[in-house]
């Protein structure tokens, strides 16, 4: 895990404040299927250590580091590439050609054939190592762990319904920079097809505890699922935000979570009482060349890790596809109300559909184009003179769906595309908002509120429980906001869909 200069994180801040959204689901929400009912495969402890006794092999015969500059890093690269290769992966390596450091090695990226390409969910870990040490909880414990992971997937050959990638980063040690070279390259489309991207950094702490990134993301209550299932509680990774590659992703607009078990912050005296251990590091050896193997890992808390995220590639990317029991692309008009409660207050830039104009202003703010079609939901559709002539000005303006009766059974799940745009003006008083309504009120499903940053519009994909309205009407309420007084604040939606499975 990087330890990014305070002034970096304050700009990582900034950054994720307007990429990341925030969601809430209902206590009563099916975060994942059973784990019996999956049949999910274990990760090999045995293998996983195994390869960490591999890094530890290279950083030995290479002057004991593997950073992203040496020879210690293109060993490790060719030790993944083989084993990936071996097992029928398609594998890249990904020369990071702008913004890492001179001499750094190339990024890995691996691709298992099946699934639809269109929905794409990623495992990630840095695979370079601080110059001071091998570099083994931090990161061969990630490395190894998606790695095996990877292989498990080739080894079990299970149907596909999404199609799984892995990544594994070059000079995150650095500044994060090989995923975040990667993340920037995609294209818009390319991004929008990245449903998921779990990161694995550090996560076989000696005395470690039980971290999750964005726990209450719909991708974060999959990997809790797992810990839930086996009785042990877990926490929000805060001493890792922004710190680590998952930070690239939250930055392009893809939804995140991971698995960390703590670096050198100490662990609390609750924390010992909920987990065992010491009130001392997470890792005492972090970023020191004590950093080795095997004395610098547990076993239990590695081993826990791979079967967290086998639970969440088996839940997310195996099985029957979803069926599709509502969907509108907004290429024909199919009911939405705008200002159905009579309460908006915005003056200019109430929710349309339309075949949107492109804004500009410091960056892309309009998106005129669309995920599909020629049309989508977008506040006040036209460009003007100016890119805030026809912004949202004012307060709130919203949308409503037509009635929609939900089935009684199943795993239903509400999905869009969405974004929010904004100037360096605006704040966390401005909003985009996705709720669903029910017979017991409206409850909110995701805010991505403002940030006093310029955000550019760039198409983002979302998907949040509704099981717990199995078998109401409900409908669908989408709000944008400008509170912030002149900010400039544009939203849109597109393709929505509840699916069933």
């Not at 994180?9 to 994720?16: E, K």
């Not at 076993?299 to 969907?327: C, F, K, Q």
Request: hydrophobic share 40%; charged share 15%.
């Amino acid at each position: 895990m990087a330890l990014r200069h305070p002034s970096i994180l304050r700009s990582l801040a900034a950054i994720t404040l307007t990429a990341v959204a925030t969601l809430v689901v209902p206590a009563t929400a099916t975060a994942a299927p059973a784990l019996a009912a999956l049949a999910i495969p274990d990760v090999s402890l045995a293998n996983q250590k195994a390869h960490m006794q591999q890094f530890q092999s290279i950083a030995t015969a290479n002057g004991g580091t593997r950073r992203s500059t040496t020879a210690g890093y293109t060993a490790s690269v060719n030790y993944v590439v083989n084993q990936l290769t071996a097992a029928g992966y398609t594998v890249v390596r990904q020369t990071c050609a702008s913004g890492c450091t001179s001499g750094a090695g190339p990024n890995v990226i691996a691709d298992w054939p099946g699934g639809d390409t269109n929905n794409v969910y990623m495992f990630g870990a840095h695979l370079d190592s601080v110059s001071a040490g091998p570099g083994i909880n931090d990161n061969a414990s990630g490395t190894a762990t998606v790695l095996e992971l990877a292989l498990t997937l080739a080894r079990t050959n299970p149907t596909l319904r999404n199609h799984v990638r892995f990544g594994f980063w070059t000079d995150e040690e650095q500044g994060l920079n090989g995923s975040e070279y990667y993340a920037n390259s995609l294209s818009s489309a390319d991004r929008s097809r990245i449903k998921g991207y779990f990161n694995f950094d550090m996560v076989g702490s000696i005395n470690g505890g039980y971290f999750i990134n964005r726990i209450t993301s719909s991708i974060g209550l999959v990997l809790k699922a797992y810990y839930d299932s086996i009785g042990v509680p877990t926490e929000e990774n805060t001493e890792g935000a922004g710190r680590s590659d998952d930070a690239s992703f939250n930055a392009i607009g893809v939804q995140t979570s991971g698995v960390a078990a703590g670096a050198s912050r100490v662990k609390t005296s609750s924390q010992v009482s909920k987990w065992g251990g010491t009130a001392t590091a997470f890792d005492p050896c972090y970023h020191r060349a004590c950093d080795t193997y095997p004395g610098n890992v547990s076993d239990t808390v590695v081993n826990r890790s791979g079967d967290a995220a086998a639970y969440a590639l088996w839940t997310l990317a195996t099985g029957t596809p979803a069926t599709v029991v509502w969907s509108d692309t907004f290429e024909a008009a199919t009911g939405w109300t705008t200002n159905a409660s009579g309460t908006d207050t915005a003056t200019t830039g109430a929710w349309e559909r339309a075949n949107p104009a492109d804004t500009t202003s410091s960056g892309a703010k309009q998106l005129g184009t669309t995920v599909s079609g020629s049309y989508d939901l977008s506040t006040g559709p036209l460009a003007g003179s100016a890119a805030g002539d026809h912004d949202i000005d004012g307060g709130t303006t919203s949308v409503r769906s037509p009635a929609i009766t939900l089935p009684g059974s199943g795993t239903l799940n509400l999905n869009l595309s969405w974004y929010l745009a904004h100037g360096s003006n605006s704040s966390t008083a401005d909003f985009l908002r996705v709720s669903i309504v029910h017979s017991g009120g409206t409850t909110a499903l995701f805010t991505q509120a403002g940030a006093a940053a310029n955000r550019n519009g760039s198409w983002a994909q979302g998907s949040w429980s509704v099981s717990a309205y199995a078998g109401q009407s409900v409908r669908i309420l989408i709000e944008a906001a400008d509170a912030s007084g002149a900010s400039l604040v544009e939203a849109g939606v597109d393709d929505v869909t509840i699916t069933q499975s």
